[in-house]
Nanobody, 117 residues
Framework: QVQLVESGGGLVQAGGSLRLSCLASGRTSSRYSKGWFRQAPGKEREFVAALSWSGGSTYYADSVKGRFTISRDNARNTVYLQMDSLKPEDTGVYYC??????????WGQGTQVTVSS
């Protein structure tokens, strides 16, 4: 089993920044793809960003491209999501996930991000 714990969420004004962290423990693997998702109130969970297991490829939702950056530190079993130029529409619960390429088998409990206008 893999346990994922997100941290770094909070309340920030529009235009501000936050960095989310996701610490993995248990039977995690450096060969897992890593991803971030979010769910706004009343909406379905949506993809935000992903990082291939090698770290060589990154993927972003169009809505966050140029503002968010996903990265990983394999030595610390941690994945980060740097969020800059935040907008009120970025508000939601942010989840990290990981798994073999093409599959997100493990999910964290989520961290709340609130962006005020």
């Amino acid at each position: 089993q893999v346990q994922l714990v997100e941290s770094g969420g909070g309340l920030v004004q529009a235009g501000g920044s936050l960095r989310l962290s996701c610490l993995a423990s248990g039977r995690t693997s450096s060969r897992y793809s890593k991803g971030w998702f979010r769910q706004a109130p009343g909406k379905e969970r949506e993809f935000v960003a992903a990082l291939s297991w090698s770290g060589g490829s990154t993927y972003y939702a169009d809505s966050v491209k140029g503002r968010f950056t996903i990265s990983r530190d394999n030595a610390r079993n941690t994945v980060y999501l740097q969020m800059d130029s935040l907008k009120p529409e970025d508000t939601g619960v942010y989840y990290c996930a990981e798994g073999p390429p093409g599959s997100y088998d493990y999910w964290g409990q989520g961290t709340q991000v609130t962006v005020s206008s």
